[in-house]
C-alpha cells in the first residue's frame, strides 16, 4: 500500500481499514487484537504479548501493561510519584514523606509502594472482561488517575515543605 498523500485521504483508508478489519472480527475491535503497521495501517494482531503503553498526567510519567489471560484481561498501570531521600541525604524530608505517607487513609484503588532507588511509586492492577475496547481501556487509566492523584498531591505537598492537605476520607456507598 503506498504512502497517504494527504492526511485526508490518510483518515480515509484508515476508516476503510477499521471497517474491513471489524467486519472480519466478531465483535468489537478490541485493542490486543489489533496491530498498528508502520504506515498507520492495521492488522489482525497473532502475537500474545502484553500490550504495553505510557501516558503523561501532571509532568508524570505512567507505564501499563494489558495482559490476555483467555477471556479476560488484567491491566496493570504504575508511576513514580516522588523520590524518598536516604537519611544521609535528608533526613527532616524524608521523615515528612514517610510521615505523610503513613497519614494517608487507604486510597480506593491502587497503593503506594517504594521501590528501587527509594522511588514512590503508585500502582494498580485491574481486571477487564472481554471485550477490551480503546474506549474501555482509556476510561481505566482516567479512572485511576482520578483514585490516585489526591495521594501524589498529598506527597507532592510534604515534599516541598508545605503542609500537606488533610487527607480526604473514602467516601463509603
Known amino acids: 500500500m503506498a504512502?497517504?498523500?494527504?492526511?485526508?485521504?490518510?483518515?480515509?483508508?484508515?476508516d476503510a481499514a477499521v471497517k474491513n478489519l471489524s467486519r472480519a472480527m466478531a465483535g468489537p475491535i478490541e485493542v490486543d487484537q489489533v496491530h498498528v503497521g508502520d504506515n498507520g495501517q492495521l492488522w489482525p494482531r497473532t502475537g500474545t504479548e502484553p500490550i504495553r503503553f505510557t501516558f503523561v498526567d501532571r509532568g508524570r510519567t505512567f507505564l501499563a501493561r494489558l495482559v490476555r489471560v483467555g477471556e479476560r484481561a488484567r491491566?496493570?498501570?504504575?508511576?513514580?510519584?516522588?523520590?524518598?531521600?536516604?537519611?544521609?541525604?535528608?533526613?527532616?524530608?524524608?521523615?515528612?514523606?514517610?510521615?505523610?505517607?503513613?497519614?494517608?487513609?487507604?486510597?480506593?484503588?491502587g497503593r503506594l509502594v517504594v521501590g528501587p532507588g527509594q522511588t514512590i511509586c503508585v500502582e494498580a492492577e485491574l481486571a477487564f472482561e472481554a471485550p477490551v475496547t480503546p474506549n474501555r481501556l482509556?476510561?481505566?487509566?482516567?479512572?485511576?488517575?482520578?483514585?490516585?492523584r489526591p495521594a501524589a498531591e498529598h506527597i507532592d505537598a510534604a515534599g516541598s515543605g508545605k503542609t500537606p492537605p488533610p487527607p480526604t476520607p473514602r467516601k463509603r456507598r
Open 3 to 14: 504512502q497517504p498523500t494527504s492526511t485526508s485521504s490518510h483518515y480515509r483508508a484508515t
Open 75 to 109: 491491566l496493570h498501570i504504575a508511576g513514580e510519584i516522588a523520590q524518598l531521600p536516604y537519611t544521609v541525604e535528608s533526613p527532616a524530608l524524608r521523615a515528612a514523606l514517610l510521615t505523610a505517607i503513613r497519614g494517608m487513609p487507604r486510597m480506593a484503588l
Open 138 to 148: 482509556i476510561a481505566a487509566a482516567a479512572m485511576f488517575v482520578a483514585a490516585t
